[in-house]
């Protein structure tokens, strides 16, 4: 499976606008079977879980400020690549609309 960092990475989707992109990629969230969607919400959770834990557990140490900041990081730069690589078996099998 390739990870794509970016939109512009999308086979198919390279030279589309950021509106048309993210038109394509929301009609091939849509397709998503459960298990990738389920694959996706677990992976938020891992994500979301920790983070507010070690605050509740560290909420007047210095260092929650980190725990905040690598909790808000880490969410886009694990989520959207692994979106992204899901989606793009649907991007591939959907019929370029060039006229």
């Known amino acids: 499976m390739a ?8 086979p198919g989707l ?11 990629i929301n009609q091939a969230n ?3 079977t ?3 969607k389920m694959l996706l919400n677990i992976t ?10 070690l ?6 140490q210095w260092f929650s400020v980190l725990i905040i900041v690598a909790g808000i990081a880490a969410y886009p730069l694990i ?5 992204l690589s899901l989606c793009a078996k649907y991007l591939a099998a959907k019929p370029d609309k060039q006229q």
């Open 34 to 36: 459960g298990p990738e």
């Open 3 to 10: 990870f794509y960092f970016s939109s512009k990475q999308l």
């Open 79 to 83: 989520l959207r690549p692994l979106q």
């Open 30 to 32: 849509r397709q998503l």
């Open 44 to 53: 938020k959770l891992l994500i979301i879980t920790p983070t507010f834990l």
């Open 14 to 24: 390279e030279n589309s606008s950021v509106q048309e992109r993210l038109e394509a």
């Open 55 to 60: 605050l509740a557990w560290y909420y007047d």
